[in-house]
C-alpha cells in the first residue's frame, strides 16, 4: 500500500479549504479502499472515495463554505508518490469530478446509481 499522510490544512479549520468531519483513522481508511479498489484515474495520481454506509453514502467532510456536506473524497499524490486527500466538491471544482470510469465502477458496485452518476457527470445537486 502506497504512503498516505494527513493534510492538517483539510483538519484545521482552514477557511479556503474543506474540511474532514471524520475522524483520520476513517480518512485513512477511506483512502486505502479506494486506493486497493482501483478508482483511481488512468494517470494513477489521483484517485477519488466514498465511505458508504449500507445504502447510502456517509457524510465524510464539509466545502469551505462550512454548509454543504460532502460524501466524495479526492486523493492525490505527489512526486515522490505520497498521498494526501481531502473532501471534495464535484459541484464547484471540476478537478474535484470523478472520472467516468471511477463514477461506473461505483455503479456497477451498486454504490451509486446511473441517475446520480449522471448528475455527478454534469456538477449536478445529488443526493448521495
Known sequence: ???YTINPQHRDGNPNKSQWTVLEADEKSIFDVSYSAGWKDEDDKKCFGIKNSGTTLSVIGRCK?????????KFVSDHQFIWHGYPANYRTNQQD???TSILKKWVDEDFITKSKMGKITRGQKCDL
Open 97 to 99: 469530478k470523478p472520472s
Open 65 to 73: 463554505d462550512r454548509i454543504i456536506d460532502l460524501k466524495i473524497a
Open 1 to 3: 500500500m502506497p504512503s
